[in-house]
């Protein structure tokens, strides 16, 4: 009998437990979620406003980018910030100019935003790329990225599927270089091109034949405007007797003409077709012939 009574005592309990029903799990009992930020609203000086008033203007400044070589994206560096669209899965190629070297970079939210380096190139030509992967869709961060020539401010978004392959740069500063450059070489040109007088050669003809003695004041070029001659001695006639010049007519009789002196050059208010210049008397007398060629 006390047998009995322990087996039923026994299974009751168990027959009991199978039928009895399991309550539902109440969501009210879970903590709510803590918050990542604090929501607290801090007030603002005017100062502060309007300094993020500026910086909001700047950054929502309507200069467009155009598109570079290769399918790159290219943003006028300092014109706005940029704002870079990458996808998980894919990875958004941000290079940089040539020779540039970087110093840091600072992604805001670098747990799920993955940012490496990477080298193109070698010598003066290596290209540094900074290699941009979201983790997620949905993401919004800012990049910076410091190198020894400027400042790199970024804002990063990812969505599910679209996003830019790569990125560049055009940069004010190097245009501007360029154009000095440019300007530059136009000046040496000019230079080379223009005698001290202000005369551009492309615009004198210098078809004259010099001949004769070769005294210190020997010239070193005779040309012509058009309108007049122009005789370039040596600056050693500053310091020497100048010659002095006739016109020779086609039986060799010596004419007087009008020049004046301008520094080392003799400015013929005529063109020369055939001239003589003389200096010293007598036995020591020297003398320069001066022949237009194909007639001047």
Avoid at 78 to 83: E, L, Y
Avoid at 204 to 215: C, E, H, Q
Wanted: glycine share 8%.
């Amino acid at each position: 009998m006390k047998a009995r009574i322990i087996l039923t005592l026994a299974v009751i309990p168990g027959i009991a437990f199978a039928q009895q029903p399991v309550p539902p799990i109440s969501t009210t009992t879970l903590p709510p979620p803590v918050p990542l930020l604090n929501a607290v609203p801090i007030p603002l000086t005017p100062k502060e406003t309007h300094a993020l008033s500026l910086s909001s203007t700047w950054a929502n400044r309507p200069e467009m980018p155009v598109a570079g070589d290769n399918g790159r994206v290219l943003f006028l560096y300092g014109a706005t910030i940029p704002s870079v669209v990458c996808a998980p899965l894919h990875v958004c190629d941000i290079t940089l100019q040539p020779g540039e070297v970087v110093n840091n970079i600072e992604v805001g939210d670098s747990i799920r935003w993955k940012v490496t380096p990477a080298v193109s190139g070698t010598g003066p030509d290596q290209t540094t790329h900074v290699v941009v992967k979201p983790t997620d869709a949905g993401l919004s961060t800012d990049l910076i990225i410091t190198t020894d020539r400027r400042t790199y401010t970024i804002k990063l978004v990812s969505t599910t599927s679209r996003w830019m392959g790569a990125i560049g740069f055009n940069y004010p500063d190097e245009v501007q270089a360029q154009w000095r450059a440019y300007e530059t070489r136009m000046q040496r040109e000019r230079d080379g091109s223009t005698l001290a007088s202000g005369q551009n050669v492309a615009d004198l003809n210098f078809n004259y034949r010099i001949t004769g003695d070769n005294p210190p004041w020997r010239p070193l070029r005779v040309y012509s405007d058009g309108a007049k001659t122009y005789i370039d001695f040596p600056h050693a006639m500053l310091v020497t007797d100048a010659p002095a010049l006739v016109a020779l007519d086609a039986d060799d009789n010596k004419q007087l003409v009008n020049y004046r002196v301008k520094g080392a050059v003799f400015v013929v208010d005529k063109l020369l077709t055939r001239a003589e210049l003389i200096s010293g008397v007598g036995g020591s007398q020297q003398a320069v012939y001066i022949t237009a060629v194909g007639g001047g």
